[in-house]
């Protein structure tokens, strides 16, 4: 099963940290990057190049818009639909003036400024002092730019009319909704669940709009229910792919290259042109991407085993915390402080 998760305005991967340890020992999960786009469509189709074949969309706020336009230009590329706290009209009217108080807030003050005004009213209210919550969100507006907010606005104000398309969807959909989101309340969502032939409806208890963060526990049961997953298969740990016998001979290049970093000439090679070194190994371009730009989540979905990839760590110094936390599809922060219990 491959999963598509599509994050919403200003959102990253940590957003989804709850349900990617969840996720990953059952199905191949990749985090779009829309960080440099500007258009819904243009999103939809970097999101659909992700992988080959049928895949699972999974689409939070901006990313459920995302999601539909998938659906719509690709529907037999989407084997299951999920929706979280989103909606399918067009611009409302005052819209524009409405979001570029904040574009402008960013662009004048920064986007601690932004988080500080924006994310309020993004979660329930009675969540705002509550800095487990608080401070990862405020952290993940923080790695963004004035840029790239000024881009994902522009697209939110050019995203199309969704509402007459849902009636044709067919593939199994879940819509997910905080009971307490402000932004895209519960009617909105019930619009869209009842537009879409047989989608199911899963109302989030006390949630706001982020409710992949606010109520990890809600929504990532209601996923695997839905996908058909058990919570925690019998021969995993959660978060941690099993190194098999199959995993083992896919990734026995990506691990054949690591172990030879092992000789002094190897790291020298290594160090004075990377791609040429993995080359000598047969890598694919898949896995000299997820080499060359230091995905170990990826690496280790690829096959790589962490006993022989680490030896990449030592050529190219990296604290082991920070690996860490790239597998678990976490920010270093929120990553010691979850699973290490660091403040």
């Given amino acids: 099963m491959q999963i598509v998760l599509l994050p919403g305005l200003l959102c990253d991967a940590s957003m989804w940290s709850g349900q990617i340890a969840a996720l990953q020992p059952h199905a191949d999960v990749v985090v779009a990057d829309f960080s440099q786009l500007d258009q819904i469509g243009a999103m939809a189709e970097a999101a659909l190049a992700l992988r080959d074949g049928p895949i699972v969309a999974v689409g939070h706020s901006m990313g459920g818009r995302v999601a ?64 487990g919550l608080m401070e990862p969100l405020g952290a993940m507006v923080l790695r963004a730019t004035p840029e790239q907010h000024r881009r994902q606005i522009r697209a ?105 970093l092992s000789r002094p000439e190897n790291r020298a090679a290594f160090l004075a042109g990377e791609e040429a070194y993995l080359d000598r190994f047969g ?12 995905d170990w989540r990826e690496m280790v979905r690829l096959g790589g085993n962490l006993f022989f990839i680490l030896k990449i760590s030592a050529v190219d110094p990296v604290r082991i915390t920070e690996i860490g936390a790239h597998q678990a599809g976490m920010d270093h922060d929120t990553f010691l402080r979850e699973r290490l219990g660091k403040r």
Wanted: contains cysteine; aromatic residues 2%; charged residues 30%.
């Fill in 283 to 294: 890598l694919s371009a898949e896995e000299k991407r997820a080499v060359m730009a230091r």
């Fill in 68 to 131: 539909l336009e998938m659906v719509r230009r690709a529907p037999e590329r989407i084997a299951k639909l999920v929706l979280l706290d989103t909606g399918a009209r067009p611009r409302r009217e005052g819209e524009e003036a409405t979001r570029q108080v904040l574009v402008d807030l960013a662009d004048r003050d920064g986007m601690a400024a932004l988080a500080a005004r924006w994310l309020p009213p993004m979660v329930h209210e009675d969540r705002i002092g509550d800095a």
């Fill in 156 to 260: 939110l104000l050019d995203r199309p009319d969704a509402l007459p398309q849902l009636g044709a969807i067919r593939c199994p959909t879940l819509v997910m909704v905080g009971r307490q989101d402000r932004w895209s309340p519960l009617a909105q969502n019930e619009e869209i669940a009842a537009a879409i032939p047989g989608a199911e409806l899963v109302v989030i208890e006390n949630s706001g709009h982020m409710a992949p963060a606010e109520q990890p526990a809600q929504v990532t049961a209601a996923l695997l229910r839905f996908l058909g997953l058990p919570e925690t298969p019998a021969d995993s740990i959660p978060a941690v792919p099993l190194f098999d016998r199959a995993r083992s001979r896919r990734g026995y290049r990506i691990n054949k290259m690591a172990m030879g």
